[in-house]
């Protein structure tokens, strides 16, 4: 009798801790929407790549497309070009971000970064990258790239050294073909291509904290003739300018609970 007592107390152990025993936890990944603040026009033509607000309140786009690449000002207010400069024969441009009086710009397939002179819209030089060239933003003293892949890649603001990366996962599971990017407050937000996604990621360890659906923001009037979601820029108070390839518009959104 003794020992089928302490047999069926063990099992009872057994049994309660299995039962007691906790999920593996799942990351929380928040959930929101665009709301729609305000549209502008943007240029039909321009394929967009990068899309940067500079401290200053100046709005600069970077345009792709072998040989009709450009890096741009933008007024805020209207989305007139107020300037361009065509990037050097045949380079496709991609991801800008300001640095200081400068402006880095990637190009996609090229192999290169261009520094541009943020007053004079003047080429400073070009510095080899390796892999392929999609978004760039600042975050704080460094750089991130993303180059297509489920990687964000860190660089030095003034040598464009590449010094780390990491990769980014959504519940464990990688998340590819990350395109242009936005550095805000320590987070990263990007545009996956190919999709109306944008995800916030953390760029300590690369998980998405959260997605924005953007479904539906160009609607199916506008839609014609047009290419992906594909721009992002902080606006400052938590709104930001949102376009894409080829749209006719730039809206300003704050993002809220789906």
């Not at 100046?58 to 933008?74: H, I």
């Not at 392929?132 to 040598?159: I, K, N, Q």
């Not at 464009?160 to 073909?177: C, D, K, M, N, W």
Request: hydrophobic share 40%; net charge negative.
């Amino acid at each position: 009798m003794t020992f089928g007592r302490a047999l069926l107390g063990a099992l009872v152990l057994v049994v309660g801790g299995c039962a007691a025993a906790a999920p593996a936890p799942v990351d929380q990944v928040e959930q929101l929407r665009p709301e729609v603040l305000a549209e502008l026009p943007h240029d039909p033509d321009a394929f967009t790549q990068g899309l940067e607000f500079a401290p200053d309140g100046a709005l600069y786009e970077g345009t792709g497309r072998a040989g009709r690449s450009q890096l741009r000002e933008l007024d805020p207010a209207t989305g007139e070009v107020l300037r361009s400069v065509p990037l050097p024969g045949e380079l496709f441009g991609e991801g800008i971000t300001v640095v200081d009086d400068r402006i880095w710009q990637l190009t996609w397939t090229d192999g290169v970064a261009l520094e541009w002179d943020r007053a004079g819209f003047t080429l400073r030089r070009e510095v080899p990258i390796e892999g392929e060239g999609w978004g760039l933003c600042r975050d704080g003293d460094r750089l991130v790239r993303s180059d297509g892949t489920d990687r964000l890649r860190f660089h030095d603001p003034d040598t464009f050294a590449e010094t780390g990366s990491v990769q980014v996962t959504l519940h464990g599971e990688p998340v590819t073909e990350l395109n242009e990017l936005e550095c805000v407050d320590g987070q990263v937000w990007a545009n996956v291509w190919q999709t109306d996604r944008i995800v916030r990621i953390d760029p300590g360890d690369g998980r998405v904290t959260a997605e924005v659906d953007a479904a539906g923001l160009l609607d199916a009037d506008r839609r014609a003739d047009t290419d992906v979601l594909n721009g992002i820029a902080a606006a400052g108070d938590g709104e930001y300018l949102l376009t894409g390839k080829l749209w006719p518009v730039t809206f300003r959104v704050r993002f809220t609970p789906a």
